[in-house]
């Protein structure tokens, strides 16, 4: 199974389960962190992105209980700043070394 057939049977999955809204709203979340782990991103385009998340996390706010969301929620908002100022996300993130060290 390639990654675009991958991915559009998880959106099946999403669809199949979920309201419209919900959906929208899982499909953007998604493609943010997409474009955020993008090999190249401009500051233009990090703006954006900022931008366009907490557009996403107000339309969250108005479907999700207030108890759903904490600090890791509003923790993506900062991703696209970070990735401006350090470079790729991909290449500071932990998951590598913590699959390492879990080995």
Same mark, same amino acid.
């Given at each position: 199974?390639?990654?675009?057939?991958?991915?559009?049977?998880?959106?099946?999955?999403?669809?199949?389960?979920?309201?419209?809204?919900?959906?929208?709203?899982?499909?953007?979340?998604?493609?943010?962190?997409?474009?955020? =782990?993008?090999?190249?991103?401009?500051?233009?385009?990090?703006?954006?992105?900022?931008?366009?998340?907490?557009?996403?996390? =107000?339309?969250?706010?108005?479907?999700?209980?207030?108890?759903?969301?904490?600090?890791?929620?509003?923790?993506?908002?900062?991703?696209?700043?970070?990735?401006?100022?350090?470079?790729?996300?991909?290449?500071?993130?932990?998951?590598?070394?913590?699959?390492?060290?879990?080995?």
């Amino acid at each position: 199974m390639g990654s675009e057939e991958a991915q559009l049977s998880h959106v099946d999955a999403i669809v199949g389960s979920h309201t419209k809204n919900v959906v929208k709203i899982l499909i953007e979340f998604s493609n943010v962190f997409r474009q955020l =782990c993008s090999k190249l991103n401009n500051k233009f385009e990090l703006e954006k992105i900022q931008d366009f998340l907490a557009i996403t996390m =107000c339309h969250m706010e108005k479907i999700f209980p207030p108890s759903f969301f904490n600090i890791m929620e509003h923790l993506p908002i900062h991703l696209a700043v970070e990735a401006s100022m350090a470079g790729a996300v991909q290449f500071r993130w932990m998951y590598p070394i913590g699959r390492f060290v879990l080995l």
